[in-house]
């Protein structure tokens, strides 16, 4: 079994500063797939960035990033630059076999002005 | 052009009624997928169609729950004599086929906005 693990149930970040959340994850495939998933109040999820685990580049999209370390399985993702826009609920998502996700608990982000 | 939509957007239903749940996925995406959210948690996988066959249907809680799919498209769940605990946001998912062997690359998932569910 595949597990998903969010450890920071709420952050907060001031605006136009940085911020990471954190993720791990357990899986005995080498080869899966790894997702951060933003969940705004109107509950419609968004794909922010995705990351292949064969590849060691880690995946950039705009002000996201993440910090991939394959051998302590582990996920972070960082905003940059964060704006009043990114609040929401933040969840890391783990696909090994091209079927569903695994979801980690979430992390609620709150950006203050 | 649209994504994928969900109906009702809210529903509330007494204790040991039959609800369904609506699922359009986007036009051309053969594959589907159910997630339950309840409040403050993580997504949970229910089910998975590629077409109109269910070949991971591990993840429904109990007896009471079941799935179909028709023409490749919309999907409904079931939930038979709903009890409390079934209060949740449903949410559905769509993506292009699933490629054959498995462990290819998956391909995105695109959600709908949920049905809330509220069992009284």
């Known amino acids: 079994a595949q597990t998903v693990t969010q450890s920071q149930p709420e952050m907060s970040v001031q605006e136009a500063e940085t911020v990471t959340l954190s993720c791990t994850y357990d899986?005995?495939?080498?080869?899966?797939?790894l997702f951060w998933y933003k969940q705004p109040p109107s509950r419609q999820m968004i794909l922010v960035i995705r990351?292949?685990?064969?590849?060691?580049q880690n995946a950039t999209e705009n002000r996201f990033s993440v910090n991939f370390q394959k051998a302590a399985k582990s996920f972070s993702l960082k905003i940059s630059d964060s704006q009043l826009g990114d609040a929401a609920m933040y969840f890391c998502?783990?696909?090994?076999?091209?079927?569903?996700?695994?979801f980690g608990g979430g992390t609620r982000l709150m950006v203050k002005p | 052009g649209a994504g994928v939509s969900q109906s009702p957007s809210n529903k509330v239903t007494e204790k040991g009624k039959d609800v369904e749940l609506r699922c359009d996925p986007i036009?051309?995406?053969?594959?589907l997928y159910w997630y339950r959210q309840s409040l403050g948690q993580g997504l949970e996988f229910l089910i998975y169609?590629?077409?109109?066959?269910?070949?991971?249907k591990s993840g429904l809680p109990s007896d009471r729950f079941s799935a179909e799919r028709t023409g490749g498209s919309v999907s409904t769940l079931t939930i038979q004599r709903t009890q409390q605990e079934d209060s949740a946001v449903y949410l559905c998912?769509?993506?292009?086929?699933?490629?054959?062997?498995?462990?290819?690359?998956?391909?995105?998932?695109?959600f709908g906005p949920g049905t809330r569910l509220t069992v009284t």
């Open positions: 998912a769509s993506s292009l086929p699933v490629p054959q062997p498995q462990g290819a690359h998956p391909d995105e998932q695109y």
């Open positions: 899986t005995s495939e080498s080869d899966y797939y």
């Open positions: 990351q292949e685990a064969y590849k060691q």
């Open positions: 998502a783990l696909n090994n076999a091209g079927n569903m996700l695994t």
């Open positions: 036009s051309g995406h053969t594959a």
């Open positions: 169609f590629q077409g109109n066959s269910a070949p991971d």
